[in-house]
């Protein structure tokens, strides 16, 4: 499985905007970029997936190098339900999620 | 529209003991992954079961074996349990059909303590 680095840890302040980076050096051309995040005492949810082109949804923007070596996850106006480790994975088709530690964001009021 | 359900929440059992974790996918999901995630761990994939059949699997022992009953639900089974198996056991479900990467829905999770 190709590897994803992120940094173990990211603070940010209420209300404003944060850029989660993930670095994949070795991504293949069918892996597509997933993004999980897992809020305190629950399980993963989904926050976004791409392929080639920026992505945005209601709950973040993944902007994507133009050779697909890095990625940036964006959430535009931080708030204190946003605190989570945010998974940055890569993913052949219907393939397992392949978890690594993850960016635990923390958001200060 | 209830999401993905998973019982019990907490357990404890002492070593040797088995155990058996129930799942309920997400409506109109026909497909069910477990994943075992120990403290300050991301989730590590343990198997995958579609149309009742077991079809992936990751690096776990045949003492993790499952099964997945016609109304998509599911069992993860633990044999001869071991402390190490002390973790959050997390379920997710998809659609398999969708024909593109699909969105895993994970449940809450059930706790397991091996004592």
């Known amino acids: 499985d190709a590897k994803t680095t992120q940094p173990n840890s990211m603070e940010s302040n209420e209300e404003e905007p944060v850029h989660l980076p993930c670095n994949h050096s070795?991504?293949?051309?069918?892996?597509?970029i997933h993004w999980y995040r897992q809020l305190p005492s629950q399980g993963p949810e989904y926050v976004i997936h791409?392929?080639?082109s920026n992505v945005n949804n209601r709950m973040a923007s993944l902007a994507i190098a133009e050779d697909r070596k890095s990625s940036t996850l964006i959430l535009h106006r931080a708030t204190l339900r946003d605190a989570a480790v945010y998974y940055c994975?890569?993913?052949?088709?219907?393939?397992?999620?392949?978890f690594g530690k993850g960016t635990r964001l923390s958001v200060i009021a | 529209d209830a999401g993905v359900t998973q019982s019990p929440t907490h357990l404890i059992k002492t070593r040797g003991q088995q155990v058996t974790l129930r799942c309920s996918p997400k409506?109109?999901?026909?497909?069910v992954s477990w994943y075992q995630q120990a403290l300050g761990q991301g989730p590590q994939f343990i198997f995958q079961?579609?149309?009742?059949?077991?079809?992936q699997r990751g690096n776990f022992p045949d003492r993790f074996s499952g099964h997945q009953f016609p109304n998509y639900s599911s069992e993860l089974n633990v044999n001869a349990l071991l402390l190490g198996d002390s973790a959050l056991y997390l379920c997710a479900s998809s659609l398999l059909a969708s024909g593109t990467p699909g969105e895993l829905f994970f449940g809450e999770g059930s706790r397991l303590t091996v004592l």
């Open positions: 079961y579609y149309e009742e059949e077991e079809r």
């Open positions: 791409g392929l080639t």
């Open positions: 994975i890569l993913r052949k088709g219907n393939t397992p999620l392949v």
């Open positions: 409506s109109g999901h026909d497909t």
């Open positions: 070795t991504i293949s051309g069918t892996d597509y």
